[in-house]
């Protein structure tokens, strides 16, 4: 895990969602442990801390991912868990990404069009299989919030009216962090076709290596 945080370029935007300890604990129990059990060490540590206010982060380097649960007040890790996603990884290069969103009718496909217009055809986006219903209700509630801090979300209405109409359909997501913006698209389970996309930006500075979530 300490080698996946040292390649991490420091400048490199962190995404930190602000639960309390007992609604994180919830939320993994009941949406992600059964498909990634690593998530057992993340939570098993919080189980007394109630409703104490915690911030999930991720870091990532290549196909490792660490995820964290600090302490929201002291920043002090609470619990850590590593994964190593190269052996199940899908992705999506970015010329065919950009065949698809050319495509799109989706409110947002013209804005992130635009963003990712001069990335090279060959860099590669890591897909992660979802939830279609799941994934909506997170970034529903998540980026109505960043919305009252000035951050602009296009696409979010059709983006989760389409994903919440697709109920236990499995997703592929995959999310390109900018300059000044955040490109999130879900694919379908072949990866040929964009069932949504958000166009994401106005962030906030962010504070030390903290950024609004995705």
């Not at 400048?11 to 969602?17: Q, T």
């Not at 290069?93 to 992130?112: E, F, I, M, N, Q």
Request: aromatic share 6%; charged share 25%.
């Amino acid at each position: 895990m300490e080698s996946v945080m040292a390649r991490a370029q420091k400048d490199e935007k962190v995404l930190a969602n602000r639960f309390s300890a007992a609604e994180f604990v919830t939320m993994v129990r009941s949406k992600y442990l059964a498909r990634e059990p690593n998530l057992r060490e993340l939570i098993e540590p919080l189980g007394s801390l109630g409703s104490a206010p915690v911030l999930f982060c991720q870091v990532e380097s290549g196909e490792e991912v660490v995820s964290l649960v600090l302490d929201e007040h002291e920043h002090e890790v609470l619990a850590v868990t590593y994964l190593d996603r190269s052996r199940t990884a899908r992705t999506i290069s970015v010329g065919d990404l950009r065949g698809l969103l050319r495509a799109s009718t989706l409110p947002a496909a013209g804005r992130a069009l635009s963003a990712i217009e001069a990335l090279p055809d060959d860099r590669l986006l890591r897909l992660g299989e979802t939830e279609a219903s799941s994934i909506a209700r997170t970034l529903w509630t998540k980026y109505n919030l960043a919305r009252e801090k000035g951050v602009v979300v296009v696409g979010l209405e059709q983006f989760t009216k389409d994903l919440s109409d697709a109920g236990s359909m499995d997703v592929l997501l995959g999310s390109i962090w900018l300059q000044d913006s955040l490109v999130t698209a879900a694919l379908g389970a072949t990866a040929r076709q964009i069932v949504g996309v958000l166009f994401i930006t106005g962030f906030l500075p962010p504070a030390g290596r903290t950024s609004p979530a995705r």
